[in-house]
Nanobody, 124 residues
Framework: QVQLVESGGELVQPGGSLRLSCTTSGRTFSNYVMGWFRQAPGKGREFVAALRWSVGNTYYADAVKGRFTISRDNAKNTVYLHMNSLKPEDTAVYYC?????????????????WGQGTQVTVSS
């Protein structure tokens, strides 16, 4: 079983920055993809970014491209989401997720394990 624990969400002003962390523990896949998703009130879960752990390839939703960066620390089994130039529409609960295999997906149904989520609120 894999456990994912997110942290770093908080209230931030528009234009500000945050870094979210997601630490993985337990028995993980030999090959996997780490993804970040978000869910705003009354909306479905939306793909934000993904990273193929073995090779480091990254993928982004158009809404965050150029503002958000996904990265990893192998030694800490941690994936990060660096968020810059935050906008009120970025307000959501952010979840990290893990998908076994080598191919990333923007569909949340393709991910096997999920964290509990961390709240990001962008407001003045």
């Amino acid at each position: 079983q894999v456990q994912l624990v997110e942290s770093g969400g908080e209230l931030v002003q528009p234009g500000g920055s945050l870094r979210l962390s997601c630490t993985t523990s337990g028995r993980t896949f030999s090959n996997y993809v780490m993804g970040w998703f978000r869910q705003a009130p009354g909306k479905g879960r939306e793909f934000v970014a993904a990273l193929r752990w073995s090779v480091g390839n990254t993928y982004y939703a158009d809404a965050v491209k150029g503002r958000f960066t996904i990265s990893r620390d192998n030694a800490k089994n941690t994936v990060y989401l660096h968020m810059n130039s935050l906008k009120p529409e970025d307000t959501a609960v952010y979840y990290c997720a893990q998908r076994g295999g080598s191919f990333y997906s923007i569909d949340s149904r393709d991910y096997d394990y999920w964290g509990q989520g961390t709240q990001v609120t962008v407001s003045s």
